[in-house]
């Protein structure tokens, strides 16, 4: 009996074996041919997941915007393997947390990928006082399909790019029909109507998607993916992505050419032509680049030909992904990327002038997941954007509007020449020897609390101070208590302490000649015995209420 329950148990385990192998075999297949839905199924299905696995589980999720998921994975791989996990890991753990509203660990991660120190609530809440606009936005309607983005201007309708046409082959990498452009109107409503496919001339089997139209509406710049694969630094074969060129003659698209600078070895993609017509800004992977994909200009003649592709530089572009480029009549470029600082994964940018700075369009547009492809009319104030912050690609149309800059009341402290809240003497002061805050207090305090709700992204330093009966160290210790407790009072009354900082001086700073244990009365000493309010920075915004459409705008609050 026992050597029967010995050879069930080495069949047994011979079996599983064998499954587990399996399992990873067919996940390698499927992650090399970028079938990262199928890969993701198969790797699950292993019971002891090496590093590789790992890796290659957490990157099927994270290309199939499954953050969530993705987040834990790669938590698992930097728990087992951190001593030997490559920066883009890192990189890509960093964007999950923060598309899953971790942004403090997030921040520990950007931190070791680049060098320098992502602060994510201070960014944020500086930010909201630089930006010119705020943004206000809903879904599209009828935008309900799989993925739908990559809106464009196309005379007085709308050309997007979609999954819809269940007629196309289904795409490995997310199991949805090849991309095919399509034209529409748009209502008042905010809901697309009369919604055509573009011809056979420009959809194919393959992609096709990210339409650009000159003036007249007689030329389009479109992608399209090409038919072959190639492998890829990774040993993945990739079918890598053109640029074409499209005339409308007697209504009908024609004259299809592939732009010279396309390739089958990189990708050239998402292009957008200036007002004028004489430049096209598009996204490549090409050589010579920053790393990933950068953004381009080449120059449009009239006599059909194109100048070089330049790139646009440093200041817009970064070692990771600027993709989606849109050049206003107004010549400011609009552009996502993952690689400035940001709200998590793709957001949306500006920059005008010579491109040499990139300005974050701020949290009333960009969230935690993809926000892309933005296009807008600066005359009218009006454009649109693709997310996928409720899981797939869908198209948004908003308002833009002033970002109303308010500065923040404050007053000069005689004592310290710093901004302070100018309510009571901007103080509270102490019992002698003691870190308890008095009654008499509180209404100063909840004034602090009032101001600082009507002026949300104010930071304030609580600064708190002892007289001079004691030890130097003990009055120290004695003046951060105070701190401690005056902070404490604001955030049990609704200030969330990552607005706050605090000090103590000791007996360092007295408002008056008392700088001795003895020789002035109580009510001098007592002067002393403080704490202050500064306004440690000023220009923010008054809290004004937008309509209800991200679902990431909490990730903003302080």
């Known amino acids: 009996m026992k050597k029967l329950y010995s050879t069930l148990l080495i069949i047994s385990i011979s079996v599983s074996a064998f499954t587990q192998k399996s399992d990873i075999r067919d996940g390698n297949k499927f992650f090399a041919q970028a079938a990262y839905i199928d890969a993701a199924d198969a790797y699950e299905n292993v019971n002891d997941k090496s590093q590789q696995v790992l890796q290659n589980l957490g990157d099927s999720y994270f290309y199939t915007n499954q953050m969530q998921n993705a987040a834990e994975v790669y938590e698992l791989l930097f728990l087992r393997h951190s001593e030997n996990v490559a920066d883009e890991y890192k990189f890509r753990y960093a964007h999950a947390l923060m598309a899953a509203g971790n942004y403090v660990k997030a921040d520990e991660y950007m931190n070791q990928v680049t060098g320098k ?22 879904q599209v309607m009828n935008n309900q399909s799989s993925s739908d983005f990559g809106i464009a201007f ?18 490995p990498w997310n199991k949805l029909p090849t991309l095919d452009l399509y034209s529409a109107e748009m209502n008042d409503e905010g809901e697309m109507t009369d919604i055509v496919l573009f011809s056979d001339a420009i959809n194919t089997d393959q992609h096709e998607s990210s339409a650009t139209f000159s003036q007249d509406g007689n030329v389009m710049f479109f992608d399209r993916t090409n038919e072959d694969r190639v492998k890829n630094e990774d040993d993945v074969r990739i079918a890598h992505i ?23 070895e990189y990708s050239v993609e998402h292009p957008s032509l200036s007002a004028d017509g004489t430049k096209l800004y598009f996204a490549s992977d090409m050589p010579g680049g920053s790393g990933s994909f950068d953004l381009y200009v080449v120059d449009v003649n009239e006599d059909g030909t194109y100048g070089s592709p330049q790139n646009l530089g440093p200041g817009v572009n ?43 369009l701020g949290a009333s547009i960009n969230g935690g997941h993809d926000d ?25 149309q908003f308002v833009r509007e002033e970002n109303e800059i308010i500065e923040a009341p404050t007053v000069t402290d005689e004592t310290s020449g710093q901004d302070i809240i100018p309510i ?33 992204n104010i930071r304030v330093k609580v600064e708190s101070h002892a007289d001079a009966r ?26 969330d302490r990552s607005r706050l900082t605090s000090e103590g001086f000791g007996e360092s700073r007295p408002v008056n000649d008392c700088t001795e244990p003895t020789g002035c009365t ?37």
């Open 242 to 264: 053109s640029l074409y060129r499209a005339e409308k003659v007697d209504g009908e698209w024609t004259n299809i050419t592939k732009l010279p600078f396309s390739s089958e």
């Open 470 to 495: 004691g030890t130097d160290q003990y009055n120290m210790d004695l003046s951060e208590r105070r701190a401690a407790a005056t902070v404490d009072y604001l955030v049990e009354n609704g200030i």
């Open 154 to 171: 196309y005379g007085d309708r709308v050309a997007f790019a979609s999954t819809r046409n269940q007629e196309r082959p289904i795409y």
């Open 372 to 396: 892309f492809a933005f296009v807008i009319k600066e005359g009218e104030e009006e454009g649109f954007f693709a997310s996928n912050r409720r899981g797939t690609d869908n198209l948004y």
């Open 117 to 138: 120190n992502w602060n994510h609530e201070e960014f944020a809440e500086t930010l909201d006082t630089l930006v010119p606009h705020k943004f206000k936005y809903d």
């Open 318 to 360: 970064t070692p990771h992904r600027e993709q989606f480029p849109f050049i206003s009549e107004e010549d400011v470029l609009y552009f996502a990327s993952d690689g400035h600082q940001g709200f998590g994964n793709l957001d949306i940018y500006r920059t005008e002038g010579d491109f040499s700075e990139a300005e974050n």
């Open 522 to 558: 109580a009510e001098q000493y007592a002067k002393n015995r403080r704490s202050t309010f500064v306004v440690s920075n000023n220009g923010s915004s008054k809290n004004t209420e937008m309509e209800e459409g991200s679902e990431m705008e909490n990730e903003e609050e302080n």
């Open 424 to 456: 009571d003497g901007s103080k509270i002061y102490f019992d002698f020897d003691k870190a308890t805050i008095k009654p008499e207090s509180k209404p100063v305090l909840d004034s602090v609390v009032t101001y600082m709700n009507d002026y949300p």
